[in-house]
């Protein structure tokens, strides 16, 4: 086979890549190793910045997310007995946030490819990049008992933190930065509505906590746990009641419960491999970086990679141009660490550490007092939040 961009990964960052790729007429095929529905079974974050519900829209994805999403002006922090509100919409001069889960978005994005008869190929088994420093790169893949080359121009590295493309990088060719924080969040799906109109982050000494939902009858819910504990350690009543220990009294009260339809633990980390680039392959998304979930960097920080990308290739195939393609990783790096410290910075703020000192405690207590005294401070915050320009 044959085609001008191959792209290894079919999550979120591979299938937008490859819509907005084939809006514009440029081949492209996506290798992804899972079926649709193990890809469509995994529960993510569900907060959309302003910048990516625009490259939803612009991917002709952004129907359903108009019609179904919620569009949220602000946000609620928990802490030392009070609730306290972050508007975004006014520290960020008028910018808001989707509430929209990224599990539909990852159906869109599938239906999309669908319609336009874009190539997605499923259970690709030991996906393999070739010849990545030359100008004639390919990918081979097994299908059964048939292993399939694509012959292509580029290579992109979509397939996530486990993925085999930032693998095939030589050890001295890439710099990894990691930081793995002592904890994990515990996270619960219910049938339930969300005991908040707004998100609550809430910081407690047992622990942090999150309500958050995907729509006005389906909650999402977390707790901060030791990273040794496992999902049988919570049946749904504990979870329940180790929840409502970590929240405002009367909003504790109001909390409605019901059966846990997906129950899950997530260490936190984060991550990012440097440069993004390796002759013709190009990594974006979790393939090259990952946040701790405190904030919703996520999805966001490989919304930027999608949006470099695509118009670096898109120079490239219609102008001639490669500027874009040789600043890429600069330039798309420039963004991921400022998404790195805000997750940093969110996550150090709201959560109890184990090894914390007193020191430690006042300068979180010390962040939240500023935070919530200093217009400026809060303008930090929003921007950040509702996402930082392209
Ligand atoms: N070959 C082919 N596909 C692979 C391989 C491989 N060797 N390894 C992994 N994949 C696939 C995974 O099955 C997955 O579907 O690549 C896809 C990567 O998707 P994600 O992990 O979702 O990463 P990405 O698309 O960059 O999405 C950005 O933002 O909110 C965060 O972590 C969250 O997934 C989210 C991410
Ligand atoms: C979620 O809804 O899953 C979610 C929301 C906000 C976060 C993290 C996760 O900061």
Known sequence: ???????????????????????????????????????????????????????????????????????????????????????????????????????????????????????????????????????????????????????????????????????????????EYEKVYPFGWLGVLSRTKPVSPELIYAKHERGFALCSMRSQVLSRYYIQVPLTDTVEDWPDDAFWAELKRRLPADIAAKLITGPSIEKSIAPLRSFVAEPMRHGNLFLAGDAAHIVPPTGARGLNSAASDIYYLYHALLAHYQQGDRTGLDNYSAKALARVWKAQRFSWWMTTMLHTFPDAIGYDQKLQQTDLEYLFSSEKAMGSLAENYVGLPF
């Open 1 to 175: 086979m044959k085609t001008s961009v191959c792209i290894i990964g079919g999550g979120p960052s591979g299938l937008m890549l490859s819509q907005l790729l084939h809006l514009k007429g440029i081949q492209n095929i996506v290798l992804e190793r899972q079926s649709r529905e193990y890809v469509l079974g995994r529960i993510r974050a569900g907060v959309l910045e302003h910048g990516f519900a625009e490259l939803m829209r612009e991917a002709q994805c952004g129907e359903r997310m108009d019609r179904e999403g919620e569009i949220h002006d602000g946000f609620l922090i928990a802490h030392d007995g009070k609730l306290d509100r972050v508007d975004l919409h006014k520290y960020s001069g008028g910018s808001s946030v989707m509430v929209y889960g990224q599990t539909e978005l990852t159906r869109d994005l599938y239906e999309a490819r669908d319609r336009m008869k874009g190539a997605v190929i499923h259970n690709a088994e030991d996906v393999q990049p070739h010849d990545l420093s030359s100008a004639k790169p390919y990918v081979t893949y097994r299908s059964g008992d048939d292993i399939v080359r694509i012959d292509c121009d580029f290579v992109i590295g979509a397939d996530g933190f486990h993925g085999v493309s930032r693998k095939s990088i030589p050890k001295d060719k890439i710099t």
